[in-house]
Each structure stands twice: as structure tokens, then as C-alpha cells.
């Protein structure tokens, strides 16, 4: 089973509490978002990493990677 890592961590405890009512600070919320787009950023790394090692395998056995659509 995968581990949390550091900033999940942080992240969810931000939004426990502000679920719970609570205000966050104004650096608090700068945290949060540093945190946000840091983890944004990795998982679109990993998203892509897993696009790039996908195939798709025709019926005639053939096997072709994905295309970018840009």
C-alpha cells in the first residue's frame, strides 16, 4: 500500500479544517496553494510518464503508442 506522502498530508489537514470551520491564515492559505499547484504539477508529470508507456494493441496483433492531439 502506497504511503502519504508529506504534502497530502498537509493538504488534507487544511482541509479538515476549514470542513471544521476554521479560518486559515493568510500564509496558511499561500501553504495550501503552493502545496496545490506542487502536487498539480507531479501528478501531471506521472499522468503523462503513464501516457507516454501506453500502447494500444489492434486485433491484427499490431501494436501502436499512443499520439499526442496537438
Known amino acids: ?3 502519504i506522502s508529506e ?3 498537509k493538504l488534507n489537514e487544511y ?5 471544521a470551520g ?3 491564515t493568510p500564509d496558511e492559505i499561500a501553504d ?3 502545496l496545490r ?4 504539477a507531479e501528478f501531471r ?3 503523462r510518464q503513464q501516457l507516454d508507456n501506453t500502447v494500444v494493441q489492434y486485433p491484427d496483433g499490431t501494436k501502436k503508442p499512443l ?3 496537438k
Not at 482541509?15 to 470542513?19: L, P, V
Not at 499547484?37 to 498539480?40: C, H, K, R, S
Open 32 to 34: 495550501r496553494d503552493r
Open 37 to 40: 499547484q506542487e502536487f498539480l
Open 22 to 24: 476554521e479560518t486559515l
Open 7 to 9: 504534502r497530502t498530508k
Open 67 to 69: 499520439k499526442d492531439k
Open 15 to 19: 482541509s479538515a479544517r476549514i470542513k
Open 1 to 3: 500500500m502506497e504511503q
Open 45 to 47: 508529470k506521472n499522468f
